[in-house]
């Protein structure tokens, strides 16, 4: 095999291996949290390579081929313990899926009813 082709062949198999792999992690400190599963294509941007490079608590999160800066999912603290004794009140629907649909600070959690609701974490 010429050793053209060779170093074509190794290239690609590293990018292949590279797409895989989470962010770099540069400079900036890693952020609390998880990155959310992005199902909308992207355009192979990279706005990103750590989480000290996006504003506020955004964390840089892959996005197919392409590096975005995304609100994590989850957030600090603990989902209060639910008496399953004891009938709460509580709305009896799914309010969220995952903590970063929920305003603030609040977090998604299991509520009285057995759905989910936006509520104050516990420390």
Same mark, same amino acid.
């Given at each position: 095999m010429p050793a053209?082709?060779?170093?074509?062949?190794?290239?690609a198999l590293l990018g292949l291996l590279l797409l895989g792999l989470p962010p /770099?992690? !540069?400079? !900036?400190?890693?952020?609390? !949290? *998880?990155c959310p599963q992005v199902? /909308?294509?992207?355009?192979?941007?990279?706005? #990103?390579?750590?989480d000290g490079e996006c504003a506020? &608590?955004?964390?840089? #999160?892959r996005a197919g081929c392409a590096?975005?800066?995304?609100?994590? &999912?989850?957030?600090e603290g603990s989902c209060p313990q /639910?008496?399953?004794g004891i009938p709460q009140l509580g709305l009896c629907v799914d309010q969220c899926? /995952?903590?970063s649909q929920c305003a603030g600070k609040l977090k #998604? #959690?299991? &509520?009285?009813? !057995?759905? *989910?609701?936006c509520v104050t974490p516990v420390s």
């Open positions: 053209r082709r060779l170093s074509l062949l190794a290239a /770099v992690t !540069g400079t !900036g400190a890693e952020k609390k !949290g *998880v199902t /909308v294509g992207q355009n192979c941007t990279q706005e #990103c390579q750590s506020d &608590n955004l964390k840089c #999160c590096t975005i800066c995304q609100m994590p &999912n989850e957030k /639910v008496d399953s899926q /995952v903590d #998604c #959690c299991r &509520n009285g009813c !057995g759905k *989910v609701s």
